[in-house]
């Protein structure tokens, strides 16, 4: 079929979904491409429009961030992080200063923006007021911004790039003073961006948490400063309900909003009080609920939560994690001890360690493992946390709360909405859950009240909200049409492994927090006994392909190349071989995706071939 990949390759850079403004995958729909993607090739890189908005850092944002260096730079050698508020800058630029500790630490410096004062379309009720804080920095400094980028998840989102745009073009945002920051400069670059500064004026309320006065809709409290101008968005779900969304997601996250109408009347109708049948826990309410802009930042929060109410303490990693998990735990705090093969041997070992008086702050592990689908055995886990006093902080994205039930054996659950919860893969999101019967629970309640910052863009949530209405009803689909997939491909003999919660040598810990009506989830993977193999078969897989996972159409990715390029050998000590495919299963008709798949699987013919 060498016609249909070189059709497949006409989409390189292209967004997933196509023509997706926002999107959060980008089409590498061939092996040759995410290796191009990965040593940097123009042909590839060239060409894209988009990537996972962590990694790649959407167009919109940097056009504003190159605006800004533009007008407010010392020099043609700079570039610019922009995030949400001040409190996250700081946190880059400490790091970035920790990283660079022989750089000119004056050339690093923070700018806020906000609205301009006294114009009505600032001063009127009902609109977002635009913020941002920008961290300019020497271009040398470069790769140090980007693993904060990264890793941390704190920077703004390409809505609230999008937004901000064009509050600074049509003159209602500009620079703000800041404490410890020199007052405005005349601005220089385009003229469309020239105008008197008066953002100064002490007459406009700007406390450092963000929020205006607060007022009622509906009987839902609101801010003013979270009310949407209804021209841009309006078609999506009304301007008055921004808050009303999040408060929505979190009654879903929850388990108390189970029905998919709309806001507000689908706040009026919960499934049994503040709790759910997965949430049921003492105590627990939709007030133990963050809201995050992405699920790593969910996860960066969690890791710096802990450290702020127990104190510097190495931490666990067990399993083999999404790359970014073990990267914020090397990169903050003090250190990492990390057990990669999700064995009972390893909890062996770290019981001996306990036993013989070491200390750690917290274990972090997914539920199952990405990308080859293990699972941590959290009763032990929980046995050994309560004994020798350490944390533990479950991802529950890959099961997900519909299939699993892991708040009971964690101090804190995260998440990533960006996945099946929202399944557009066109809004970032990320949560974070404290259980209240965790002995942590009263310090993290205390730490989040001074810490905790509603960085979620209201933009972003009217997506969410929406996107998440038929959650219910999707999962149970995915959930059928994935055991489908993994049962084709364990039938080929030119498959070595197909890894998936089912069929892991793991299952009974899985199945010991399954719900009764849960399924195994909608992701797997699956390794080759040659690499060429694996290249012939994703070259003709007729899906969508590229990063990200938990997408309503089925998505895939030679996950081992592109999150382990630099580091194969490492990863492969650990079971992530480079052949290693990995299949986010979505809503199709299931005759027509195992088609699919049978397809793909004729072209690299019988292992006796």
């Excluded at 959060?24 to 894209?48: F, H, I, Q």
């Excluded at 012939?536 to 969508?544: C, E, G, K, M, R």
Aim: net charge neutral.
């Amino acid at each position: 079929m060498p016609g249909a990949i070189l059709a497949f390759n006409d989409t390189v850079g292209n967004t997933i979904p196509p023509d997706t403004s926002h999107a959060v995958s980008v089409s590498l729909p061939t092996w040759e491409s995410n290796v191009g993607y990965e040593k940097g090739e123009r042909w590839v890189t060239d060409r894209m429009k988009c990537g996972y908005p962590r990694f790649f850092i959407h167009p919109l944002i940097q056009d504003l961030a190159s605006t800004i260096v533009a007008l407010h730079g010392s020099t043609k050698s700079e570039k610019a992080m922009l995030f949400p508020t001040h409190k996250a800058a700081v946190r880059c630029v400490d790091f970035i200063v920790d990283k660079n500790q022989s750089a000119d630490q004056s050339l690093i410096r923070i700018i806020d923006f906000g609205p301009i004062a006294g114009l009505p379309s600032v001063e009127s009720k009902g609109k977002v007021l635009p913020r941002i804080s920008a961290v300019i920095y020497p271009n040398e400094l470069w790769p140090s911004a980007k693993v904060y980028w990264q890793h941390s998840g704190d920077g703004i989102s390409s809505r609230r790039a999008e937004f901000c745009s064009k509050a600074l073009a049509e003159h209602t945002m500009s620079r703000r003073s800041s404490p410890g920051h020199s007052p405005p400069r005349k601005v220089k670059g385009p003229r469309r961006y020239q105008r008197p500064m008066s953002t100064d004026d002490a007459s406009v309320n700007m406390p450092t948490n963000g929020n205006l006065d607060d007022h009622d809709t509906n009987g839902v409290k609101q801010l003013d400063s979270v009310l949407f101008v209804e021209e841009r968005f309006g078609r999506n779900l009304d301007v008055s309900f921004a808050c009303a969304c999040k408060l929505a997601v979190r009654r879903r996250i929850a388990g108390s909003l189970t029905n998919a109408s709309e806001i507000p009347e689908s706040l009026n109708h919960s499934a049994t009080g503040h709790t759910g049948r997965s949430r049921d826990v003492p105590g627990f309410s939709v007030d133990d609920v963050y809201l995050f802009s992405t699920g790593m930042n969910a996860i960066f929060t969690s890791h710096r939560i802990m450290r702020l109410a127990r104190g510097e303490m190495k931490s666990i990693m067990y399993g083999f994690p999404y790359v970014d998990t073990l990267k914020i735990l090397e990169n903050w705090g003090a250190g990492v001890l990390f057990f990669g093969m999700s064995s009972a041997a390893e909890l062996d070992d770290l019981e001996r360690r306990l036993g013989a008086g070491e200390r750690y702050l917290a274990l972090f592990c997914e539920f199952p493992g990405n990308p080859l689908l293990t699972t941590p055995d959290l009763k032990r886990i929980r046995r050994l946390a309560d004994k020798y006093d350490f944390g533990v902080v479950v991802d529950e994205t890959i099961g997900n709360f519909l299939n699993v039930h892991v708040l009971p054996y964690a101090d804190v659950v995260v998440s990533s909405l960006t996945k099946i919860f929202s399944g557009d893969s066109n809004v970032m999101g990320g949560s974070l859950i404290l259980n209240p019967r965790s002995r942590y629970y009263e310090t993290l309640k205390d730490v989040m009240s001074v810490e905790f910052e509603d960085n979620l863009f209201e933009e972003d949530s009217v997506y969410l909200e929406r996107n998440s209405r038929d959650f219910i009803s999707r999962i149970q689909r995915v959930n059928y049409n994935a055991e489908m997939v993994a049962d084709t491909l364990r039938a080929h003999p030119k498959i070595k492994q197909v890894n998936y919660p089912k069929h892991s040598s793991t299952r009974q810990h899985y199945e010991a927090c399954k719900l009764p009506d849960g399924g195994y989830g909608g992701l797997l993977s699956c390794t080759f006994y040659n690499l060429d193999d694996a290249a012939a078969f994703y070259d003709h897989l007729d899906t969508q392909k590229g990063p990200s996972l938990g997408t309503n159409f089925t998505l895939s990715s030679p996950f081992v190349i592109l999150a382990h390029f630099n580091e194969l050998d490492w990863a492969a000590k650990y079971g992530c071989d480079a052949s290693l495919i990995r299949f986010s299963i979505g809503l199709e008709h299931t005759g027509a995706l195992k088609a699919s798949f049978d397809s793909a699987l004729a072209s690299i013919g019988s292992r006796e071939d």
